[in-house]
């Protein structure tokens, strides 16, 4: 059993810069993939970025590519989305999850086997 609690979330301005934060516990971090998604209000959840479980290997949505940052720490067991120049695009509820039957990157949710509880992003125009 593998629990996510994401962090960093809040309300910020176009152009600023958030970090998301996610915490796993349970199981071998460096062993499963993981990733953050996103839902906006009235749209279905969609990929955001996704790492592999050494951190060697990354993917990006291209609506996020060059503005956003996944990485992870498996020291502390936690991963990382760093969001540069937010727009108000951006603005919803971030997910990270975690596929531990596989240690390369995962690109569809279905393949995903624990999610966290979420994190709103809001940006302002």
């Known amino acids: 059993q593998v629990q996510l609690v994401e962090s960093g979330g809040g309300l910020v301005q176009a152009g600023d810069s958030l970090r998301l934060s996610c915490a796993a516990s349970?199981?071998?971090?460096?062993?499963?993939?993981m990733g953050w998604f996103r839902q906006a209000p009235g749209k279905e959840r969609e990929f955001v970025a996704a790492?592999?479980?050494?951190?060697?290997?990354?993917h990006y949505a291209n609506p996020v590519k060059a503005r956003f940052t996944i990485s992870r720490d498996n020291a502390k067991n936690t991963v990382y989305l760093q969001m540069n120049s937010l727009k108000p695009d951006d603005t919803a509820v971030y997910y990270c999850?975690?596929?531990?039957?596989?240690?390369?990157?995962?690109?569809?949710?279905?393949?995903?086997?624990?999610w966290g509880q979420g994190t709103q992003v809001t940006v302002s125009s």
């Open positions: 999850a975690a596929d531990v039957h596989w240690v390369g990157v995962t690109l569809s949710q279905n393949e995903y086997d624990y």
């Open positions: 349970g199981g071998t971090f460096s062993s499963y993939a």
């Open positions: 790492i592999s479980g050494s951190g060697s290997s990354t």
